[in-house]
């Protein structure tokens, strides 16, 4: 077999060398910084508008009231009191003083008692206001609101018939 002529032999190496010269300038070009990119000028900023008021949406109609139960109506002649959001001072002037008072941190439970009926009331410290009010009241036998409700109307009722009797 007959050696094969040089320029056959160089081409494994040549094609080495050329290789190696693309590949460079390949990585040239990739890692090359990228040219500076001008900024669009900014636009200019809008004129300050006031704030324009979205359109009125319609109302929806209030949801319908639920009947009280007889339990819950008032006695004729007695409004029904709101107790929740009163303070301290406004339950002593609606129902009175209460029969015992129980600490329940982070608040406090009023507990009215007639011949009837018990009626807690849970008051708590608004740090805003700086005196204890009252949050809820339930019945103290049982959860009943409608019985609640009506011994809400006992106490103030009885209440009312006391003081009438102390300054008259």
């Excluded at 040239?28 to 990119?37: K, S």
């Amino acid at each position: 077999m007959m050696p094969a002529p040089v320029s056959l032999r160089r081409l494994p190496l040549v094609s080495l060398v050329l290789l190696s010269l693309t590949g460079c300038a390949f990585l040239e070009t990739a890692l090359a910084p990228a040219p500076p990119q001008v900024a669009a000028p900014a636009p200019a900023p809008a004129p300050v508008q006031q704030a324009v008021q979205p359109a009125a949406l319609p109302k929806a109609p209030p949801p319908p009231k639920p009947k009280p139960s007889a339990a819950a109506v008032a006695e004729p002649g007695i409004e029904k009191p709101i107790l929740v959001g009163k303070s301290a001072a406004e339950l002593s002037q609606i129902l009175g003083m209460p029969s015992e008072e129980i600490e329940a941190a982070p608040g406090k439970v009023w507990r009215y008692q007639s011949r009837a009926c018990s009626l807690d009331v849970h008051l708590f410290f608004d740090v805003a206001r700086g005196d204890f009010y009252a949050l809820e009241y339930r019945n103290a036998l049982d959860n009943d609101k409608a019985a609640a409700e009506s011994c809400v109307n006992r106490l103030r009722k009885d209440h009312q018939s006391a003081s009438a009797k102390t300054s008259g």
